[in-house]
């Protein structure tokens, strides 16, 4: 049955974008700032994935931790000598905070994407499947065995995180530094070792992301852009900060967006969530599981 | 009586920048006569291209504080807003062009309304879903605009030379205007809403009027830089629109030194030209560029302009001290 | 012997007379893709096509006694690029021609600034009319015109009296043009036949929206008129999803993908029984030039060649032609010289037609063929032959799936 196919396929892209927006929100609940270069990570992630199987001969299923730990390095990097002045003295930018780290992560982004370009070089590669099976039936639906395997994953994936942050408690000083740094600093919460989890976790998903789509994406030094305003989309939309937020926006554009695209317009598909987010935006701001801010 | 320090301050400083800003454009108006390949001629069509973007961004972001993420799109805009003009409609140029600015600047001043309430990471996701919109839209109503294939404008005028004298009068006309804005009472009302906005709002000054016009403006003259761009090159596309242009105008600001009158123009000529030059040296332009951006994010907020100026006055204390506060009434 | 003779005395002279120019190079420009969203795989084959017929003819003591040097531009698909691509080779390089394009919306704006400058552009591959209507007098057409393949398959459709067809385009020129032409061939060859198209992003990554409808409706045959890497994700996922090739569902691709080297390495199954539009078959008749080409290429890489190694060879080699013939690299010349030329290049012998719109200045009889791969990883030789240029269609050669 059609709407049964496109529902199951939205909840698949969800999970999907879930993986990126997650890390995304989660960046925002602690520093305050959207991250620009996100669909970087996921670039670096599918590259690293890419490369490491394909150049080192290393089986797929061994080259996701390496993609993993690319992530991590990389989300840590990032974290150390980029977004410390953000609540370590504020740089030379003053009150503009927010202003400096759209720059900044902007030009980590053009950095990152130039780099790839010139190390590498632009011509996409062809990340090899973890699965050689193409098509299987699974009860009604038909299904490839890369899409099966990634879907699992990233299940085990989230649940891993929200049980991470939920239990673990590494998890729960980064909830407290999100809801009140200063307190949090003050109650003894290092919080700079917090905003270096949350960096390193989130990139660590989107690397991840990167690498389990990279068979389908064909890594370039320019897949990430888009995935990336995909996330900024979810993000607010589930409520910036709010990790369950993100999991339900995401599974709730990829079923739109599955929808939309075979009763509304298919060429428009990208433009529902985009509109939904200005929507959003005007009419709820804080999202659908976020908290009203309020600001002096 | 006298005028109040702090306003004196800023108009001997925008006056120096604007004198700066003039000394650019003057320079850059005797390049023809010494530089006759079109080649070179036509990447500086393109870098006064982007300085005009880089101009009204700065205005929007740097004067304003809306740290908008559509510059490139409403340029693209303008070039369509020609284009489909006088593709569909056979609409000349002489209506096609000024209207790359009207159109921009409505669509710009009903984002500005959108956006009112809207500061820090919420405005930057915002103008950057609708840049992104903007471009969807364009690129996939193929059966409208030709999509991905572009679409042919007519062009202004033949040469090179003329096309070149053209972008400079223009880009000059928008420095000029950014200038007398800066000077004129809505100049202050931005920079006060850009450092402080509800101690603005509580001075009395009205945010939304001047956000409104803020907007209006910027967009505008990004538009008609993109309706521009279209008579030039003879074809626009949604390319023009994407993200990373805007990622590039940023860029251009951010290293010419961002709020100031003349950042924009130094920064847009330099990284454009340069990034040509570089070219042939194995194309390290743009990462060059980008860790520019980053090292002056981080630790040289003003700018190109910003390092002059202090290695400037370091020689010359006097003349541009601000006036301190004990000596004044 | 005598024109022998006198060329060994016009280098003798000419070496003493001016050394210099001798050795000066005479630069031909090709702008192609080599990073996304253009098909790299595409510029890549025309970068090969290009070198080897320019080493053929160096080796040969080059053009006029001077050797031939290409400059290469990476255009990126993008038709914004292909203009600054076409503008730096002829103002900044001066090239004395341009070539190489291989995607239809690249070529229609490098052609206006082959216009503007007067400069000679041969289209190497790019399909659309459009370039050809545009009626351009510096631009020849050595390669491929959708209106060929879109009267090609409509005849095989036709043949195969299916009654329902769905096909997929990429949006491009190339892409929507041949959609809309395959639609009036339709018209005429099968006019009881439904047919409609569906445009798609040839940068997108997931097709599976525009899939899935199929599978609760199912037409007789889908076709393809889209480009690597989005083909290769959309015949994975029609396969993936059953609809297509499958025992209801024949798969007709006329972007002619079936011999591209990375083909079978991105579909595996999803290829085989599919039905294919092309333009080069081991088995069709060749010069002998040609065979020396596809020799060449395939000791260098190992791979079979295909197409667009020919044309791309065939495009360098008439702009040499041309100079030769016109004793001289000045643009006007090299165009008179096109005009009336009368070529023998890798792929056979034709002159370009005056004829205005879609045949202008274009070769009319190009031939093709279509053809079955009837097995995963089949090399071109062994797939079945449905039509050779000559003979008419054998559609009872034509196998079905069976799933």
Known sequence: MLALDLFVNGLIIGLFYALMAVGLTMIFGILKVVNFAHGEFYMIGAYTYTLVSLA????????LPAAALAGALLGWATERWLMRPLYAGYGSWGLMKDEYAVVVTFGLSLLLINLVDKVIGPYPMRGPSLSEVTRMSLGPFMISGQKLITAIVAIVLLVGLALFIRRSLWGRQVQAVAQNRLGASIAGIDTARASSIVFMASDVLAALAGALLAPVINPSPDVGIFPAVKSYVIVVIGGMGSIPGSIVASLLLGVLESFGAVYLSYDYRDTFGLVLLILVLLLRPQGLLGERVREV | ??????????????????????????????VPLFVSSPYWLGVLIVSMYFAMLSVGWNLLAGYAGQFSLAPAAFAMLGGYTTGLLAWHWSVPLAIGLPMSIVVPGLIGLVLGRIVLRLSGPYLALTTLSFAEIARLVVYNSIDFTRGDQGLNVPALVDSRVANYYLFLVALAAATLLVYAMLRAPIGRFLMAIRDDEVGAASRGVNVVRAKTIAFFVSCGICGFAGGLYGTFAQLVSPELGLIAQTGIVIAMVVIGGIGTLV?????????????????????VQMIVFALLVIVF??????????????AFARRAPAASAPPSPAGQA | MNRAFRFAALLFTAGFAMPALAADPIVIGVS??????????????????????????NDQGGVMGRPLSILYEDDQGVPEKGRAAAEKLITRDKVVAVTGGHQSSVCLAAIEVAHRYQTPYVNTNCWSDDVRKKGYPEVFNPGNYNTRVSSAMAETIAALKVKSVVAFAENTDYGIGQAKLLEEFLKKAAPDTQYKYVALDRAGKDFTPAVLPLRANAPDLVVNIMLPPAAYILMNQLYEQGVAPSAKTWFYDGAGIADYPDFWDNVKEAGKNMLAFGLYHPKMPMPELGRQVGEAYQKQRGNEPNRLIFQAADSVLLIARAIEQAKSTEGAKIIEALRNIEF??????????????????????????TYQLTEVNQPLSQTTLIQVPGEPLHIDRIQKPSN
Do not use: C
């Not at chain 2, 994010?297 to 202090?310: I, P, Y």
């Open chain 1, 56 to 63: 080192l001969g290393v089986p797929p299923w061994l080259a």
């Open chain 2, 1 to 30: 009586m006298k005028l109040p320090s702090h306003r004196n301050f800023l108009r001997r400083k925008l006056g120096e920048e604007m004198l700066l800003s003039l000394v650019v454009l003057a320079a850059l108006a005797l």
């Open chain 3, 32 to 57: 192609i893709a080599q990073s996304p969203p253009g098909s790299v795989v595409q510029g890549t084959q025309v970068r090969d096509g290009v070198e080897i017929m320019t080493k053929m003819i």
């Open chain 2, 263 to 283: 950042g924009p123009l130094i920064g847009a000529v330099l990284v454009y030209v340069a990034s040509e030059m570089l070219r042939d040296v194995g194309n």
């Open chain 3, 344 to 369: 023998e290049g890798t792929r056979g012998k034709f002159s370009f037609s005056k004829e205005p719109g879609y045949t202008f200045q274009q070769w009319v009889d190009i031939p093709y063929v």
């Open chain 2, 297 to 310: 994010a981080r630790f040289f907020r003003e700018g190109l302009w910003g390092l002059a100026r202090n």
